[in-house]
């Protein structure tokens, strides 16, 4: 019940595709991270995938459709299932939101970040 | 899988109080709204209330302790069955994320709002 300031948090980490948690919401995960660069493409088998473009713009790129670009004060919800990854020209700060337990690659053969607590 | 621009959302109406759908996260509904005043005291049983302010600052008020502000950027989620109550001086515009068919007052008696989608 204290808030959260998004920015004080971001500004205790620069490492990239490294997500902090910093609250939480019901069996969630509400993180911030950074992203530079290409992620591996992935998919959740069972869960949706909640960003939401706090500074800088990204693009969600997926195999079998034209990437969409996602920019700063914009939500993008990918549905369980779907192959993707985020991709970012220059570093983008969002806002995350995961099911409590899912790595960050999903069912890919990608190791899974370790989701700190900040 | 198309990106919702927040601002876009909240340019298109101006009632308070009024959460608007405007994306889907796993059984959760992602909504914009715009408090001003003070809502009734109420409580969710049986789910977290996750608040991200937009724009504009507000503060989330509780029978049992003091009220805190929360500003643009800052996040606060409210445990579920924890008696609370937004409060803004000014409009304010908040991210809301809330389980589907929840009411926006909970279990209190005052009437639910309508989830319209926009």
Known sequence: M????????????????????????NDNDVMVVKFQGAFPF?????????FLVLSGEMRMAYPD??????RAGEVIVVPAGQVHRPEADAEVH???????GEANTGDSTAPAAAKDRI
Chains 1, 2 share one sequence.
């Not at 204290?2 to 919401?25: G, M, Q, R």
């Not at 992935?42 to 909640?50: C, I, Q």
């Not at 969002?94 to 409590?100: A, C, D, S």
């Open 94 to 100: 969002v806002l995350l939101i995961e099911p409590k």
């Open 42 to 50: 992935h998919r959740h088998a069972d869960t949706d995938d909640f």
């Open 65 to 70: 459709r034209d990437p969409v670009t996602v």
């Open 2 to 25: 204290t808030p959260v300031n998004l920015s004080e948090k971001l500004s205790l980490f620069s490492s990239h595709w490294d997500p902090k948690v910093i609250a939480d919401y």
